[in-house]
């Protein structure tokens, strides 16, 4: 996405979750630190005082929170982030691929058996969902296997400004990134108060042929 994200005269920049890849961070509740810390590195030479975080599955739970204590973050866009129910139905926890669970015990060091104890206390409250002020966008798929349905239907009930696109598809709706790519640039240029017009519209466009070209 970074081309586009230039073209629209935004700065882009790019950060693996603590854990993954290169990072030598630990993956852990205060995850959401990393990106405070980037918008300060970044401090003049970007404008750090409206920033839109497109972050995946678990790294959406982490912008959340970031969204929920750093007034410079004025949107997210997730694709698939754990909410509530994923780090407290032991009954849904039992069903988590095991090779889900076996990465988070790698990105949090803990054993694989210890994996849902470790993070049970992460999950974000109705009051924490509720006192969200910016706009939330989220990719959702109905076949889902390691998010919960209950995560989707908490943030219905609770966050004030919510937009979802939901796939027939599994975790990450990857027989759709096309369309996804689309849907998260338009989600963030209609956050924007200062979006152009014509941005948002051949973006528009762009889904519908994304959308079209699917099938659908």
């Known amino acids: 996405m970074l081309p586009q994200i230039a073209s629209f005269g935004m700065a882009g920049v790019v950060a693996d979750l603590p854990g993954v890849g290169e990072s030598p961070l630990r993956y852990g509740p205060d995850a959401w630190t990393l990106f405070p810390a980037i918008l300060d590195a970044l401090e003049g030479r970007a404008r750090v005082s409206e920033t839109y975080l497109l972050a995946l599955s678990f790294s959406g739970h982490a912008a959340i929170t970031a969204a929920l204590r ?38 949090t060091g803990v054993p694989p058996e210890a994996v849902f104890a470790h993070v049970r206390d992460w999950a974000l409250g109705d009051a924490d969902l509720a006192a969200l002020t910016v706009p939330l966008a989220a990719v959702t798929a109905r076949r889902d296997e390691i998010i919960p349905p209950g995560d989707v239907e908490r943030l219905k009930r609770h966050v004030r400004d919510l937009r979802l696109v939901e796939h027939d598809d599994v975790h990450g709706a990857p027989s759709h990134l096309a369309e996804t790519r689309v849907w998260s640039l338009l989600a963030v240029q209609r956050m924007r108060p200062d979006a152009d017009p014509e941005v948002i519209a051949a973006l528009t466009a762009a889904l519908e042929a994304a959308r079209a070209g699917a099938g659908r």
């Open 70 to 107: 750093d007034p410079r973050v004025r949107g997210v866009v997730g694709n698939g982030p754990p909410i509530h129910d994923f780090f407290t139905d032991a009954a849904w926890q039992a069903r988590v691929p095991k090779i889900t669970r076996d990465t988070l015990a790698h990105l």
